[in-house]
């Protein structure tokens, strides 16, 4: 069954605003991961945040967490070009180790 | 950096030919996996692999499936007999240990079944 569930499937903003994207799970987890994903491309890992923390910060990232209500949001700040990719939540559950992928976000910066 | 690698980058083969994706994980990692992701779609996972074991795999990985660290650094997957619907990108990843870590990940082979 699908873990991961990101909201929307596709956002277009203007270069310089902010993009938030959301992630839904169903159960509980160890940890929750953001990753990217440029067109054809390989995943790239952006920030891990733990279970027992709210939220975590890294460069123009924000990544929030809300185990009771089984969410998190990736937040970026001052959007650029090249942030234009697909972003990925990916869960590892408390019973083994693999991950668990979303669909995605596909995020279009428009210049 | 450390990172992993695939080899091929790209692969085209005839159906119900065998291919084998081979990958180099981070020489100190202990976790192994593969995954793959059908154009547009989702990542999915295929199989974990740890001290020389599968540990788990998903329904897609099936008898026609198999995985092998034959040398200690080199991780394969092998597909025996392929099929149309397994035109995918296939991504290979690696975790330092189990639990609390992020995994890195190769930049995939694309294997284009025809």
């Known amino acids: 069954s699908q873990q991961g569930e990101e909201d929307p499937q596709a956002l277009s903003i203007q270069e310089g605003e902010n993009a938030t994207m959301n992630c839904s799970y169903k159960?509980?987890?160890?940890?929750l991961q953001w990753y990217r994903q440029n067109s054809g491309r390989g995943l790239v890992h952006l920030i891990l945040i733990r279970s027992n923390e709210r939220e975590k910060h890294s460069g123009r990232l924000r990544v929030t967490l809300d185990t009771s209500k089984k969410s998190s949001s990736l937040l970026i700040t001052a959007s650029r070009a090249a942030d234009t990719a697909s972003y990925f939540c990916?869960?590892?559950?408390?019973?083994?180790?693999?991950?668990?992928f979303g669909k995605g976000t596909r995020l279009h910066i428009l210049p | 950096e450390p990172e992993v690698t695939q080899t091929p980058s790209h692969q085209v083969t005839q159906m119900g030919q065998e291919v084998i994706l081979r990958c180099v994980p981070i020489s100190n990692h202990l976790y192994f996996y593969w995954y793959r992701q059908i154009l547009g779609q989702k990542v999915e996972f295929l199989v974990s692999?740890?001290?020389?074991?599968?540990?788990?795999k998903s329904e897609i990985f099936d008898d026609q499936f198999s995985v092998e660290r034959p040398d200690g650094s080199n991780f394969t997957l092998k597909i025996r007999s392929t099929k149309l619907e397994d035109s995918a990108m296939y991504f290979c990843?690696?975790?330092?240990?189990?639990?609390?870590?992020?995994?890195?990940f190769g930049q995939g082979t694309r294997l284009t079944v025809v």
């Open positions: 692999f740890y001290n020389n074991e599968i540990s788990e």
């Open positions: 990916a869960t590892d559950l408390n019973r083994d180790d693999k991950i668990i």
């Open positions: 990843a690696s975790i330092l240990t189990g639990g609390v870590t992020e995994a890195f």
């Open positions: 159960t509980s987890i160890n940890n």
